[in-house]
Every structure is written in C-alpha cells, then in structure tokens.
C-alpha cells in the first residue's frame, strides 16, 4: 500500500479574515443612533423655541388637557353628556384664570405697592430703637450708618425691579389694540387646543401607538408609561398640595390679620412646595411682615402654628393618603429646572422644564438598569444568564 507523504504547510498562510466592524466595535450602530436621535430632539427643540409664539399657546393648551383629562374621563364614565363633559373643565379652569388676572392680580400688586411704601418706615423704627445699643457698643448711632433715604431708596428700587417689568408689559398691552388682539387670539388657541385634545386624546394616543415599530412596541410603552407616571404624579400631586396650601394659608392669615395677607398666602404655598426650607421660609417671611406691623404676640405665635400645623397634617395625610408615594420628581430639582430652563428658552423652556426633566430621569434610569444588566458591570461571559435579583431600576 502507497503511504502518501504529508503535504508540506504553506510558508505563506492567506491572512485570517477580518471580523465585521459590528461585532468588532458593537457600540457604533448604538452611538450613531443616539446621534441621530440627539440632533432630530435638538432640531425639534430649536424649532419649538423659534416659534415660540405660535408653540406657546399649544403648549399650554396641551398641558391644560393632559391635566383634565382624568377628570373628563371620569366625567363620561358617569355618563355626563360629551358636550359638557369637555366645557365644564376648561369652562371651570379659564374662569379661575381671568378672576384671577381681573380681581386678585390687581389687588395684589396694588399690596406689594404699598407694602414697599410702608415698610421702610417700620424698618426704621427698628434702626431708632437699637440706636442706644448700637452707640454703647461701637460709639456710632446706627440711624447714621443707615440713613432713612437709603434705605427707602433700596427698598423701592427692589419693588420697582420686581414688578417693574410686569407693570411696563401690563400697560403697553392695554394701550395697545394690536397687542390686545394678539393677546385675545392666543387665548383663543389656548382654549382650541385643550379642547381638542381633550376630545382627542385618547384617539391621538392609539394612533401614535399604532405607528410605533412592532418590535420595539412593548419597551416604548413601558418607558412612555414610566414617564408619565413620573410627570403626572409630580404635576398633579404639587398643583394639590399648591392648592390646599394656598386656601389654608391664605384663609388663616386672613383671620390673623397678616399685612398683605392675599400676597403673602399665595407666596408661602409657592414657597411650601419646596421641601423643609420652603416651610420655615414661609413662617419666618409671615414672622417678619407682622412684626414689622406690631403685631400681637399671640398673633405671631398663632402665625407659627398655622404653618406647623399644616405641615403636621401634610406628613400625615395628604402626601400619603391624597398625593401618594409614587417616585416622582425633586420638587427643588424641578425648580432649579425651571430656572435654567426659562433662562436659556424663555417661556417655552418653562413650560417644556417638567416633561424634559421626567423622560431625561427615566432616560437615565433605563440606562443605569441596561449597564447593571450588562456584562460591563456584572463580569460574565456574553452568554451568561443575568440573575433577576441583580437587575435594579433605580440607582
């Protein structure tokens, strides 16, 4: 039998093949996606600012349905007739708005007027009664280093600076017809949009669903409702607790006979909103105006258990009862938001601050549940099974 010899190696092997970039570097198909997505947001973004004029009453309007609509659903659910199911709601909603802007705003600024005009005279008698303290302790009367005419002069600029703008935009718009007009108009798109969208939510809502990729259905939903459970929760938990505060507030300072007890009573539910500094803020300002008013003691005190009294009740009641404990928002992260926000869009980075501000945190926690699942973090090999436990939504 014929052993055939072994057939010498090549001196020169072809080159191994190179591997797909894809399996190579999986990360590029992921970073060039969120590339795109990233500049079509920011595109739509700069869009949305550039016409802010016509945006913002739709933004409004659509946050004005996205907050009644529980209530119209509700309403039809109780077979209250369609027709007003829709206008009872926003019929209610505009006209707390234009009472509000006709009867409590102009009593208002006319308060804060006269509150500037006011308190630098209590301010001073303060300076006088400390004058023989202050001389005993540095030889110098403090009425000499604080001069009564300075310290008028800085308290009416600060109320000219702060309602200053207000009052200049109020005027030109009630002198000018063409301002009013435009303001009428937009007010009129502000009630269209909240219509329609409250007739069409729903309907809207299924025909996004529908157009949504089918393999990617499921997971958007579940982000999209997370989402909304976040703003919602935030939105209409604060414009509750916001309200309740502001009744109480307003209603007890009333009764105690607070100086400018309609501004004050707003301002400190505004202020309550921001968790545990908000609350002593609001007592000490309050504190303030009645002692500058001389107000009775027992005022004063009753003043401090009005605001403790009503955070008892809102650690025991209405935050778990009422609003709930669902994860939702920092209420200082959403001011700070805010801010930012208004600074670098104007009006529409106000109104878009919230929504922005709950997809990025679910955004952000999807992410952190995708690496705490991933190989990156947990040291297996790609093909090995990610115990339940060790997948955790939140950071």
């Known amino acids: 039998m014929q052993i055939t010899p072994p057939t010498p190696s090549d001196p020169h092997p072809p080159p191994p093949r190179p591997r797909a970039i894809a399996s190579t570097f999986p990360w590029q198909p992921l970073f060039f996606k969120t590339l795109l997505l990233g500049s079509a947001l920011a ?84 300076v006088l009664r400390a004058d023989p303290w202050v001389e005993q302790l540095s030889g110098r ?98 414009l509750l607790l916001f309200g309740l505060a502001t009744c109480v507030l307003t209603g007890g300072m009333a009764a105690l006979d607070v100086p400018f007890w309609l501004v004050m009573g707003p301002l400190a539910a505004v202020l309550y909103l921001v968790p545990y500094v908000g609350v002593v803020s609001g007592a000490a300002l309050t504190v303030l105006l009645q002692l500058l008013a001389n107000a009775d003691g027992w005022r004063v005190v009753a003043a401090i258990g009005l605001f403790a009294l009503f955070y008892a009740v809102d ?9 709930g404990n669902r994860v939702g928002l920092p209420p200082l992260a959403v001011l700070l938001g805010i801010i930012a926000f208004g600074e670098l869009f104007g009006v529409i980075g106000v109104l878009l601050a919230v929504p922005l501000l709950a997809c990025g945190r679910i955004l952000l926690l999807e992410a952190i549940g995708r690496y705490r699942a991933s190989t990156t973090y947990l040291g297996a090999d790609p093909g090995a099974v990610v115990p339940a436990a060790d997948v955790k939504d939140e950071p």
């Open 43 to 126: 595109a739509s973004l700069w869009l949305v600012v550039r016409l802010r004029v016509v945006t913002a009453p739709i933004l409004i309007g659509f946050f004005i349905a996205y907050a009644l609509n529980p209530l119209v659903v509700r309403l039809r659910r109780w077979r209250v007739p369609p027709v007003l199911a829709l206008t009872v709601p926003v019929a209610a909603v505009m006209s707390l708005a234009l009472v509000f802007a006709v009867f409590v705003l102009p009593q208002m600024a006319r308060d804060f007027l006269h509150a500037s005009e006011s308190t630098p005279g209590s301010l001073y008698n303060y």
């Open 141 to 238: 009367k403090l009425s000499d280093v604080i001069p009564y005419r300075n310290l008028s002069g800085t308290v009416q600029a600060l109320a000219g600076a702060l309602i200053g703008p207000a009052q200049s935009q109020f005027a030109a718009l009630v002198s000018s017809a063409r301002d009013l007009a435009v303001a009428a108009g937009k007010l009129l798109l502000v009630i269209v949009v909240a219509f329609f969208l409250l007739d069409d939510y729903e309907r809207a809502v299924r025909t996004i669903d529908s157009l949504l990729p089918r393999r990617h259905v499921a997971e958007v939903r579940r982000v999209v409702d997370r989402i909304d459970d976040v703003m919602a929760g935030f939105v209409r938990g604060q």
């Open 315 to 323: 650690l025991i009641a209405i935050t778990p009862r009422m609003i």
